[in-house]
T-cell receptor, first 113, second 114 residues
Framework: AQSVTQLGSHVSVSEGALVLLRCNYS??????LFWYVQYPNQGLQLLLK??????LVKGINGFEAEFKKSETSFHLTKPSAHMSDAAEYFC???????????FGKGITLSVRP | DADVTQTPRNRITKTGKRIMLECSQT?????MYWYRQDPGLGLRLIYY???????NKGEISDGYSVSRQAQAKFSLSLESAIPNQTALYFC?????????????FGPGTRLTVL
């Protein structure tokens, strides 16, 4: 069975600082991995996805993530945080059949002026 | 117009009442899902459907039922609501021929059971 671990529930950074949100996964098969973002009072939208084509994945709004098989990690980064990045971020892994996603518990990102 | 819509957006009800949450999509996707979101717990899958004749339980289906009325419509029912079903509920869709189960989410329904 697949699982996702997102350590910590809240990250706070200053505007312009590096954003690093951690995600570790467990999967019995080569995984497909996703990062979703949820802005206040909205549904989830896809930031980026790893589907084995390239280990460094670029997404929307300047975010990127690197798949590291040896570390079973898929951490999300952005070089310079913007106030509009304040949101909740979820990492997810697809099951072997590609039919279901398992989500992590989410991390809330706050950006200080 | 939104591709995945949910009605109502907010609902307050009392313990024991029957509640139906509705989801409609214009994306033409065969697969539809219902999740609940609770603070600190992330999203948990309640039910999912791969076509009109296919309904499957997720990890937390107890106390819920669903109906897939058409390819575009998937409803979630709480037969007798209880306070611990207070949560944010999301509907999602995906295309089996699409990119590795990328899912598209509705805006959510905030349900409060008193």
């Amino acid at each position: 069975a697949q699982s996702v671990t997102q350590l910590g529930s809240h990250v706070s950074v200053s505007e312009g600082a590096l954003v690093l949100l951690r995600c570790n996964y467990s999967s019995s098969v080569p995984p497909y991995l996703f990062w979703y973002v949820q802005y206040p009072n909205q549904g989830l939208q896809l930031l980026l996805k790893y589907t084995s084509a390239a280990t460094l994945v670029k997404g929307i709004n300047g975010f990127e993530a690197e798949f590291k098989k040896s570390e079973t990690s898929f951490h999300l980064t952005k070089p310079s945080a913007h106030m509009s990045d304040a949101a909740e971020y979820f990492c997810a892994v697809s099951d072997a059949s590609g039919s279901k996603l398992t989500f992590g518990k989410g991390i809330t990102l706050s950006v200080r002026p | 117009d939104a591709d995945v819509t949910q009605t109502p957006r907010n609902r307050i009800t009392k313990t024991g009442k029957r509640i139906m949450l509705e989801c409609s999509q214009t994306k033409g996707h065969d697969r539809m899902y219902w999740y609940r979101q609770d603070p600190g717990l992330g999203l948990r899958l309640i039910y999912y459907s791969f076509d009109v004749k296919d309904i499957n339980k997720g990890e937390i289906s107890d106390g819920y039922s669903v109906s897939r009325q058409a390819q575009a419509k998937f409803s979630l029912s709480l037969e007798s609501a209880i306070p611990n079903q207070t949560a944010l509920y999301f509907c999602a869709t995906s295309d089996p021929g699409g990119a590795h189960n990328e899912q598209f989410f509705g805006p959510g329904t905030r349900l409060t059971v008193l």
